[in-house]
């Protein structure tokens, strides 16, 4: 088995006293800062000047532009978005690296794919949360945890490795598992994971179940909740105690239903068309549609985006949700 650091395998001390610097105040960036800084650690935050850099300073961190922050860390951890990085990191992260101090990531994608090609006279490291920033900052707050991956790409202090772990029990990732990797293996599966499973894969399937019920005539809230709603009822089983605990709590009919039908949605065709995903974020397919896709504006993103919101899914969830208290939404 790989190994996995919890809070107890992990010394702190390549990281205390250190400052952080957190470039962006997103949904990663304002768990990181905020996590660092419930852990001890000294936090500044780079941004331009809109919405983030007043929620930042609203919520007390010492903010600057980007340039100054950078010029006074130890760590610079850049949590833009990824399609961002390059320009922001060219014209105010490069030249303001202290010698010696390390620039890290929480997604690999721009190292990788040759987008940002760091000096070398600096670590450089990756920590990526496996899991949305909101979670991040929630399940901290809880004493737990999202777990995470850390993985070094330029070691010139002989210490990243162990600045990068300690940077993710900074953080709360050690309270739930805390694995090696590279930022090869993290880029790739990262992108698998949201494309085929977590985020396109799981959107899909609950569309589709969505439209074979209401095109068979059934209400709508019925298949909001049969589909999307229950979701996370279940999901939350598996999450707690794997597919069998999922198993354990249905009844024999969907535990038989699930053996016999899910196969004939989910098959070797499916499979086959995840290998072809897969390949083309290998071969850097992938990477290269999506940068250009920015470089012309994001015609393809807005009008799916668009196209999206109006699925009859989304109208009927906001009803139901609206009627639920104790369902929070927070971004309406
Ligand atoms: N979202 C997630 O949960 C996960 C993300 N990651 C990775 O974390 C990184 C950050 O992603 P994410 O948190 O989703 O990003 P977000 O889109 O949520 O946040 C981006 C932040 O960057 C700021 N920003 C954007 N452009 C600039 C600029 N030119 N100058 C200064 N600040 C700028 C934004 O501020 P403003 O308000 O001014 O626009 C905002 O605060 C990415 O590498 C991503 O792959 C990794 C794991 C999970
Ligand atoms: C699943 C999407 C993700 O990879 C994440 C929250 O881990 C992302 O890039 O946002
Ligand atoms: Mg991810
Ligand atoms: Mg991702």
Redesign the pocket.
């Known amino acids: 088995m790989a190994k996995v650091y919890y809070d107890k395998d992990i010394n702190t001390g390549s990281l205390q006293g250190k400052t952080v610097a957190i470039?962006?105040?997103?949904?990663?960036?304002h768990a990181h800062a905020q996590n660092l800084r419930d852990s001890g650690y000294s936090v500044i935050v780079?941004?331009?000047e809109?919405?983030?850099?007043d929620k930042a300073k609203e919520d007390g961190f010492d903010v600057r532009t980007?340039g100054e922050a950078v010029k006074d860390a130890d760590v610079t951890m850049?949590?833009?978005?990824?399609e961002?990085?390059p320009?922001?990191y060219e014209a105010?992260i490069k030249d303001n690296l202290k010698e010696n101090s390390a620039l890290a990531?929480?997604?690999g994608?721009n190292v990788h794919f040759n987008q940002i090609v760091p000096p070398e006279n600096v670590d450089v490291f990756l920590v990526?949360?496996k899991?949305?920033?909101?979670l991040?900052r929630r399940t901290y707050q809880e004493e737990a945890g999202v777990p995470a991956l850390f993985g070094v790409f330029q070691d010139v202090s002989g210490n990243a490795s162990d600045v990068a772990k300690a940077y993710a029990q900074g953080i709360g990732a050690a309270r739930a598992g805390v694995l090696e990797t590279s930022f090869q293996e993290e880029t790739e599966t990262?992108l698998f994971g949201e494309q085929a499973v977590l985020c396109g894969g799981l959107t899909s399937l609950v569309k589709a179940g969505f439209e074979t019920l209401t095109d068979a005539g059934y209400q709508p809230e019925v298949a909001y909740f049969e589909c999307l709603h229950e979701l996370k009822l279940i999901v939350d089983l598996m999450y707690e105690g794997g597919m069998e605990n999922m198993r354990y709590s249905i009844s024999d009919t969907a535990q038989w239903g699930d053996f016999v039908s899910g196969p004939r949605v989910i098959n070797e065709e499916t499979k086959a068309r995840m290998g072809e995903v897969l390949t083309e974020i290998q071969n850097g397919q992938f990477a290269k549609g999506w940068i250009l896709e920015n470089q012309a504006g994001r015609p393809q993103y807005n009008a799916i985006n668009n196209s999206e919101y109006k699925h009859p899914i989304t109208a009927v969830g906001q009803e139901l949700r609206d009627l639920m208290p104790f369902v929070q939404n927070p971004i309406r």
């Open positions: 470039v962006g105040y997103g949904s990663q960036g780079g941004l331009r809109g919405k983030s850099f980007v850049v949590l833009l978005p990824d961002g990085q320009k922001v105010e990531f929480a997604h994608f990526a949360p899991g949305p920033g909101h991040v990262d």
